[in-house]
């Protein structure tokens, strides 16, 4: 079935350090999503991809889906101890927008002050 | 107030004994989904629907069991035939693209 693999699984940083995750998928996705969840929270929608290729921004988030639609990455510049939590890829199949959506093993980050 | 409502927040079991948990969701939204979450090991699908009386099996659906007789509901049953039902159960819903979750269930099988 299908996979989303991410790394790396943990993430110490120093306030002000720079930090980049990466999602791969076994096979090519319709769309890629990232979610955030903050220690004893629940996964918040961060963004969509959905363009070969395309390029999205958030402040300090910068998101990146690959052209071949099966690989992505999130680099967040110069964190805060406010970046701290899991973060997840999420990746659709197939045609329809809300078919089955299946998530990374997610990566935790803890920033250091 | 719209969201969607996971109860109870803690949920304690004996082994061998079914137990229900709840998702319920006022946004109108078509699909909805269950994840189990454990350390270390992100988000696994447990089962989903994507419209009423229709559901999929997830990654994981051993030992699990669900129903969608209204859209608003999907509850998640653990079954004794789960081997490790001790986990943090995540229930979303979803239109179009984003997935809204609920607090979560954290269930404890003694």
């Known amino acids: 079935g299908q996979q989303v693999m991410q790394i790396p699984q943990y993430q110490h940083v120093q306030e002000g350090e720079d930090f980049t995750t990466y999602c791969n998928s076994s096979t090519t996705l319709s769309n890629i999503q990232w979610y955030k969840q903050r220690p004893g929270g629940h996964p918040v929608f961060l963004i969509q991809?959905?363009?070969?290729?395309e390029v999205k921004k958030q402040k300090r988030l910068t998101f990146q889906f690959g052209e071949a639609k099966k690989n992505s990455s999130l680099h967040i510049t110069a964190t805060q101890t406010t970046d701290v939590g899991t973060y997840f890829c999420a990746g659709t199949l197939g045609g329809t927008s809300y078919g089955k959506l299946t998530f990374g093993q997610g990566t935790i980050l803890t920033v250091h002050p | 107030d719209g969201g969607i409502t996971q109860s109870p927040k803690y949920l304690f079991r004996k082994e061998g004994q079914n137990v229900t948990l709840s998702c319920e969701q006022n946004?109108?939204?078509?699909?909805m989904y269950w994840y189990r979450q454990d350390p270390g090991q992100g988000l696994r699908l447990i089962y989903y629907s994507q419209i009423v009386n229709d559901f999929q099996k997830g990654d994981i659906a051993e030992g699990y069991s669900v129903s969608r007789e209204k859209k608003e509901s999907f509850p998640l049953t653990v079954t004794s035939a789960q081997k490790n039902p001790t986990a943090f159960y995540l229930c979303a819903s979803r239109q179009d693209v984003v997935a809204f979750f609920g607090q979560g269930t954290r269930l404890t099988v003694v």
């Open positions: 946004l109108n939204h078509d699909a």
């Open positions: 991809l959905v363009k070969s290729g």
